[in-house]
């Protein structure tokens, strides 16, 4: 770190601590505590406001950065199309704009269109108010509403915490809009149902609801392909299969909500890919331009993008829906640089691969340590829900969980645990370091993971 002297950092905190209004912060811990600031980035590691440097496991804390920080190739893409033009609202084209929808389509075989927006909650919300539109033309204004999965996560806006799956962050900010109904989670460890084939028994679930409600009032299953914040979950066998079929016997949209999982993050370009089926939205976001701009989209099919364009005279035909920079060109330029760069790379190979090893050294860590109930994961974003005892699964304590977090923290070494999400868990740490990640840093972040649970003990 270079370049920050003393006086102009300490200024820096005190304006941060008088002013600045933190995301997901307790801001009562600034009366003992400076804010942490991060100054920069290279690869994995960042440093901090003192130059301390962290090896990050968490890709920017959500998931975020699948390249890796300091990419001057992304920084010098932007540049150049921001000297060019950076914006025109977004009912007009741009060349990055245009190129991209073209490449990551490619991808996405069935997902023909791409609305650009600006993060996570709002992709989710563009794809929500098709579905209530296709309702109002389509289906006479039944089939508005959208089910949503416990433990699932898609976003911070009113309607997107009434599809909240983690009650506890949405508790406080009722009434929400109507229409957005639960079905359970599918999560193995901590099963709802003694059988065999839970896979699809946890998917039946889902059809129980449809049956309940009445399926003529269903328009769309939102679902997270892996479950992130509600503790990293991944489907078990034979759940997307049945998914698909209630989906298509009922005349459901499928929504997969790829804001952590797309672009690589599970080792194929989308989560869904990893189970063959066939979504009728894509939401993604973090990793669309690892952070390099705020950029996020929507993918749908031509089936759907037809419901929009059949009669120009018809006021409801249309999508009258717009997101000022939506039309940001910056966005699909560093897209497009990111994109190349998880291609040219291979790291989706990479991903895979890594994946596998750090499973298997969470594996190691569970037979080491009692305290670690069970570990899931796929490619690079991987869990370990830690318990109190493992026969009755009585999740470990929040402030335990959260010191081994800040044990590995003291080692220089960033790892995630769950937000307080669902009944009170909130006991899983979370590791998606970026998807350049090689076996030296999954040992470095192992090892402090190591010695954080060694001191539980
Ligand atoms: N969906 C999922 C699965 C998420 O994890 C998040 C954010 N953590 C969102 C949606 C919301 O994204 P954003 O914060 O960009 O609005």
Not at 78 to 83: E, K, N, S
């Amino acid at each position: 770190m270079d370049g920050h002297a003393l006086n102009d950092i300490q200024a820096t905190v005190d304006a941060d601590k008088a002013h600045v209004f933190h995301h997901l912060f307790q801001h009562a811990k600034l009366r003992t505590h400076d804010p942490r600031i991060i100054v920069e980035g290279k690869g994995m590691s960042v440093w901090d406001q003192n130059g301390r440097e962290y090896l990050d496991s968490v890709s920017g804390g959500v998931w975020t950065v699948n390249v890796g920080y300091g990419r001057e190739s992304i920084a010098n893409a932007v540049r150049d199309q921001l000297i060019k033009i950076n914006y025109f609202a977004g009912s007009v084209g741009s060349i990055p704009g245009a190129q991209f929808a073209e490449r990551l389509t490619e991808k996405t075989p069935g997902l023909t269109r791409l609305y650009y927006v600006n993060s996570g909650t709002e992709a989710n919300e563009k794809a929500w108010k098709m579905v209530r539109q296709i309702a109002h033309k389509h289906h006479g204004g039944k089939k508005w509403k959208i089910l949503y999965r416990e433990r699932d996560y898609h976003g911070s806006s009113l309607a997107a915490l009434a599809a909240c799956g983690q009650h506890q962050r949405a508790d406080q900010y009722g009434p929400f809009p109507e229409g957005f109904i639960p079905v359970p989670h599918c999560l193995e460890y901590r099963a709802q149902w003694d059988v065999e084939n839970y896979g699809e028994r946890a998917a039946d679930a889902i059809e129980e609801v449809i049956l309940r409600e009445g399926p003529d009032t269903v328009g769309a299953l939102c679902l997270e392909p892996v479950t992130a914040g509600g503790g990293v979950i991944v489907p078990p066998k034979g759940y997307w299969e049945r998914v698909q079929e209630i989906c298509k016997k009922y005349d459901i949209l499928l929504h997969i909500d790829e804001v952590v999982c797309g672009m690589g993050r599970t080792g194929e370009w989308f989560g869904y890919q990893n189970y063959g089926i066939k979504p009728d939205f894509v939401t993604c976001a973090k990793g669309v331009a690892s952070g390099y701009a705020a950029i996020a989209c929507m993918l749908t099919t031509d089936e759907v993008f037809e419901k929009f364009r059949t009669d120009p005279d018809d006021e409801m035909s249309y999508f009258r829906d717009i997101s000022t920079f939506g039309g940001c060109t910056a966005g699909p330029a560093a897209a497009l640089e990111n994109m190349r760069i998880i291609e040219d790379e291979g790291l989706l190979a990479n991903t895979k691969a890594m994946g596998d090893y750090m499973m298997s050294r969470l594996q190691e860590l569970k037979e080491k340590h009692k305290v670690i109930g069970d570990v899931r994961g796929k490619g690079l974003f991987c869990g370990a829900e830690l318990v109190a005892d493992r026969a009755t699964k009585e999740p470990l304590a929040e402030k335990l969980v959260q010191s081994v977090v800040a044990s590995a923290d003291a080692d220089g070494v960033l790892i995630g645990a769950t937000a307080r999400s669902f009944k009170g868990f909130n006991n899983t740490l979370c590791f998606s370091p970026a998807l350049i990640v090689d076996q030296p840093k999954i040992d470095r972040i192992i090892d402090a993971v190591d010695r954080g649970l060694a001191k539980l003990a």
